[in-house]
Antibody, heavy 124, light 108 residues
Framework: QVHLVQSGSDVKKPGASVKVSCKASGYTFSDNYIHWVRQVPGQGLEWMGW????????KYAQKFQGRVAMTSDTSIKAVYMELSSLTSHDTATYYCARDLAPAGTVVLNWFDPWGQGTLVTVAS | SYVLTQPPSVSVAPGKTARITCGGNNIGSKSVHWYQQRPGQAPILVVY???NRPSGIPERFSGYKSENTATLTISRVEAGDEADYFCHVWDGYTDDVVFGGGTKLTVL
């Protein structure tokens, strides 16, 4: 069974950075892109970008360019999302999700499964 | 940037049919996927590629798409279907992933 397990909740001060992990199991880790999506409390889903675990290629949403970095560690089947220069507006639950498109393809597909989510709270 | 428009809320009585729409310019040319998100939980896939159901999703969930609107239909609605529903596409022109704003389904 395919699972994505994320790191626990975190509290950060404004201006700091946060790094969230997402560990995969149950499938060949390098076969599929992993996306990061966030959800501000009470609001909708916001796509942040994707990473190809095989080689580390990334694509970031324009809104987060220059502030986000996604990396992978194939030895432990994990991907990471680091967001810097945090403000209170970054308080949200951050999800990783597997894309069913084969890594390296130019066409993206649906997301299944999703990680359980990581709540990041930014407060002074 | 590409925009997907969903109604903020839909209400339906138990046993009736709920229809949740997702509008977008020329959405007929894109693959549409749908997710269910119960309170406090992560989203789960309920329909992919417009009309396909993943294993484990009841047949009561179905999808349909026309030129400018995709629709998620939930037949014989149950109390457990009460959740937020989001549509999702990949915009090939910008290479961006886009989500609709979400629809809260209330079972009366």
């Amino acid at each position: 069974q395919v699972h994505l397990v994320q790191s626990g909740s975190d509290v950060k001060k404004p201006g700091a950075s946060v790094k969230v992990s997402c560990k995969a199991s149950g499938y060949t880790f390098s076969d599929n892109y992993i996306h990061w999506v966030r959800q501000v409390p009470g609001q909708g889903l916001e796509w942040m970008g994707w990473i190809n675990p095989d080689g580390g290629a990334t694509k970031y949403a324009q809104k987060f360019q220059g502030r986000v970095a996604m990396t992978s560690d194939t030895s432990i089947k994990a991907v990471y999302m680091e967001l810097s220069s945090l403000t209170s507006h970054d308080t949200a639950t951050y999800y990783c999700a597997r894309d069913l498109a084969p890594a390296g393809t130019v066409v993206l597909n649906w997301f299944d499964p999703w990680g359980q989510g990581t709540l990041v709270t930014v407060a002074s | 940037s590409y925009v997907l428009t969903q109604p903020p809320s839909v209400s339906v009585a138990p046993g009736k049919t709920a229809r949740i729409t997702c509008g977008g310019n020329n959405i007929g040319s894109k693959s549409v996927h749908w997710y269910q998100q119960r309170p406090g939980q992560a989203p789960i896939l309920v329909v992919y590629e417009d009309k396909n159901r993943p294993s484990g999703i009841p047949e009561r969930f179905s999808g349909y798409k026309s030129e400018n609107t995709a629709t998620l239909t939930i037949s014989r609605v149950e109390a457990g279907d009460e959740a937020d529903y989001f549509c999702h596409v990949w915009d090939g022109y910008t290479d961006d992933v886009v989500f609709g704003g979400g629809t809260k389904l209330t079972v009366l």
